[in-house]
């Protein structure tokens, strides 16, 4: 009996992924838990395991191919389950066959939409196919919030991951259904300043000019990694008005600091300027929650959380990961340090799972490492906040009777200004600039 193989839910909020690597052929006997195929998402790169032991007997997608979550990518034939028919169930040979009812399209999920094994034709459905390029008429109204939207629940999360109102979305599918174009082409019309209009539309762009009439060039296709990206950061850019606040902190004593502790530490335990701030912030989020927050404007509240989980930007070759250290608050200097080196390389090397980037309260982007005197880093909603790090330099500094040198670190808060005023974000970084000046305070155990 043949099973098919779907592309699983790797992790909430991700949808879709591109095949880079398919490791079996048809024919091939294969293990359960054996990785039949690698996709990348836009968190990391995940293996699809065999969910059974037996052969391969159809594959369905090739390197480069899109896949969305649910989709049939390959079939099998299972060890042992070609099992005699029941004598109980009907003999399906000797009774005529009656064309099957017609199933409304709007109940037929859309991971079920490419059959595999059948090998005869389906039944003519009752009712005429739409025109060529026609769309099925959208919806004109907005699904009242006691009802339930039509959208499954991956679209459902999709939108949560935007911050979407699922119920401010009209859908294009056959009885108003949502999908996830759908849900894109909402926040295209909001960007646009249309407001909640019906999907479908779209948001025209202006189009490029012929660049190669001045001379030759080339194209490359975006990493499932860049096009997320750019979808999430025009989101946060469009929707949540935003503040810099700048600042610099002497970090003479910390940098001292340090240095003297990584004389002493093994490779994999060496301290680094953004352990150090991953602790500080985390505790800094503590003292001011509502830097640790997220606006639900479909429910007018602000959502505290009650954790501290600091993401860290890693460049990486395929583009800007965030991994989440989670409790931060309740970790030591030394403890958070050995975390942050196994997660840095684990994901430099796309060895870093989808469930270590979800979750985070609060990001910190620390472009010391390459050099700059500041930069203002965008908010990665649904979190209100961000702390953008730049190089540190010596610099001269009055203490009242004549300069001496010091270092000191740029720092760049930006928040959404619908959850954090002025003051407080101000108090905020002036509290981090403050505990980096006394590196005393940052050498504690861990809480647990």
Known sequence: MKQEIRVPEVSDGVTKGKVIGVSVAVGDRVETDQT???LETDKAVVALPSPFTGTITAILVDDGDEVDVGQVVMA??????????????????SEPTDPPESVPEAAIPAATAEPIADPKPPSPAPEPEPAAGALPPARTEVTPPGEVAPASPVVRRFARELGVDIHAVGGTGPG?????????????????????????????????????????????????VRKITAEAMAYAWATAPRVTQDDKADVTAVESFRQDFNRKAAPENKLTMTAILVRVVAEALRRFPQLNSSLDLAANELVLKTYVHVGVAVDTPGGLLVPVIRDADR?????????????????????????????????????????????????????????????????????????????RMPLSLSYDHRVVDGADGARFLRWICAALEQPLMLVMEDDS
Do not use: C
């Not at 759908?182 to 202006?206: I, L, N």
């Not at 702390?387 to 009777?401: K, T």
């Open 36 to 38: 039949l195929l690698e």
């Open 76 to 93: 099998g034939e299972p060890e042992g389950a070609a099992a005699a028919p029941d004598p109980n169930e009907p003999n399906a040979a």
């Open 176 to 224: 108003g259904r949502i999908s996830e174009a759908d849900v894109r082409t909402f926040v295209k019309s909001v960007m646009a300043g249309g407001g909640a209009t019906a999907a479908g539309g779209g948001v025209p762009s202006r189009p490029l000019p012929d660049f190669a009439k001045w001379g030759e060039i080339r194209r490359e296709p975006l990493s499932q």
């Open 331 to 407: 970790k030591g200097i030394a403890t958070v340090a050995t975390e942050l080196n196994e997660t840095a390389a684990k994901t430099r090397e796309r060895r870093i799972s989808p469930a270590d980037m979800e979750g985070g309260t609060f990001t910190i982007s620390n472009l010391g490492g390459i050099g700059g005197t500041g930069f203002t880093p965008i908010v990665y909603a649904p979190q209100v906040a961000i702390l953008g790090v730049s190089r540190a330099e010596m610099e001269p500094v009055w203490d009242g009777q004549e300069f001496q040198p010091r270092l």
